[in-house]
């Protein structure tokens, strides 16, 4: 029940991505559920469950598989080491933390559809496209905790 629970998330993110605009963007909530993913349940759940949801956002877009894929996948293993004993949790750090993991998200996407398809946009627009995604999921980062913190 709860893998059907997850795939529902999955998709209602997708669906929302495609109907919300903010300033001409969309936001990424793909990368803010393997943020969160990441978050919750380590470095290698994290990065598998970030490939997946990369693997289908790759599926649904109709091009190249991979960008996504890379791209979650690293928010997922790398949103796992802020709930580590290095860093101590305050909702300024999940700010942070959505905030950079999404652009590296956008960055990674955006330079794999560049080299190995076509270039999706200009740099300029990339740019704003991916910081403007970057700040609106930046607003989850206030409410997302990590397992060992109350």
């Given at each position: 029940m709860r893998k059907i629970i997850l795939l529902l998330i999955i998709f209602s993110a997708f669906l929302l991505e495609?109907?919300?605009?903010i300033f001409g963007a969309q936001p990424d909530l793909a990368a803010a559920i393997a943020?969160?993913?990441?978050l919750k349940n380590g470095e290698t759940k994290g990065m598998l469950f970030g490939s997946f949801v990369g693997l289908i956002g790759d599926s649904l877009s109709g091009g190249i598989?991979?960008?996504n894929i890379l791209g979650k996948g690293m928010v997922g293993f790398l949103s796992a080491f802020m709930s580590g004993s290095f860093f101590r949790w305050t909702p300024v750090l999940g700010v942070i933390g959505i905030s950079l993991l999404t652009a590296l998200n956008g960055i990674i996407v955006f330079l794999s559809k560049t080299i190995f398809e076509h270039m999706p946009t200009s740099i300029p627009s990339a740019i704003s496209i991916i910081f403007t995604a970057a700040i609106i999921n930046s607003l989850f980062g206030i409410f997302m905790r990590p397992q060992n913190e109350q």
């Amino acid at each position: 029940m709860r893998k059907i629970i997850l795939l529902l998330i999955i998709f209602s993110a997708f669906l929302l991505e495609s109907r919300i605009s903010i300033f001409g963007a969309q936001p990424d909530l793909a990368a803010a559920i393997a943020y969160y993913f990441g978050l919750k349940n380590g470095e290698t759940k994290g990065m598998l469950f970030g490939s997946f949801v990369g693997l289908i956002g790759d599926s649904l877009s109709g091009g190249i598989l991979g960008p996504n894929i890379l791209g979650k996948g690293m928010v997922g293993f790398l949103s796992a080491f802020m709930s580590g004993s290095f860093f101590r949790w305050t909702p300024v750090l999940g700010v942070i933390g959505i905030s950079l993991l999404t652009a590296l998200n956008g960055i990674i996407v955006f330079l794999s559809k560049t080299i190995f398809e076509h270039m999706p946009t200009s740099i300029p627009s990339a740019i704003s496209i991916i910081f403007t995604a970057a700040i609106i999921n930046s607003l989850f980062g206030i409410f997302m905790r990590p397992q060992n913190e109350q």
